[in-house]
């Protein structure tokens, strides 16, 4: 082979995997909801055991692990050490699910609204509560107390705070 034609093999195969790479980031795996018998990715805890919204993550590989707290999946994807190749975040819609057994309404994690500081009760103790919409986190706040915020105002600090100064990627319940 010429050396023409291992630099056109060479583009061909960098364009493929640039192709590849846009198809890929391009496609968010759907959530899916948890059977009655999945349990925490963290501690192995039933989802089905606890009050306050769930939370998910999908990976590239297709496998989903799930949260009985949105705190623990924000302490993941937070954390700098996690680095596996995700596909998507979700998290449950507290506007339209039962707080007590929640049940589908999954959004994406990064455009969800987040109260933080409220009164209601979860797996861990104080939940971290998601919405979709913003008249849906205000009407919560008025009756549960906290603050609302979008996902790109929360640090670790304050997820720390949230779950009493103990480190949120390593709790455990």
């Not at 500081?117 to 849906?136: C, E, L």
């Not at 105002?153 to 990627?169: D, K, V």
Request: net charge neutral.
């Amino acid at each position: 082979m010429t050396i023409f034609h291992l630099r056109r093999s060479a583009l061909a195969a960098l364009a493929t995997l640039a192709l590849a790479a846009c198809t890929y980031s391009a496609t968010n795996l759907p959530a899916i909801d948890p059977s009655d018998e999945a349990a925490c990715a963290l501690d192995g805890m039933l989802l089905r055991d606890f009050p306050g919204p769930k939370a998910q993550v999908r990976f590239a590989d297709g496998k989903t692990s799930y949260f009985c707290d949105v705190k623990e999946l924000l302490g993941e994807m937070l954390a700098p050490e996690q680095r596996r190749a995700t596909s998507a975040f979700y998290v449950q819609d507290m506007g339209s699910a039962n707080w007590q057994q929640p049940h589908g309404h999954w959004i994406g994690a990064h455009d969800a609204l987040y109260v933080l500081g409220s009164k209601a009760q979860g797996s861990m103790g104080p939940a971290i509560a998601s919405f979709s919409r913003q008249v849906d986190a205000e009407a919560f706040v008025r009756k549960e107390g906290g603050r609302v915020l979008r996902f790109k105002q929360i640090t670790p600090a304050l997820l720390n705070e949230a779950s009493g100064a103990m480190p949120t990627h390593a709790m455990a319940h």
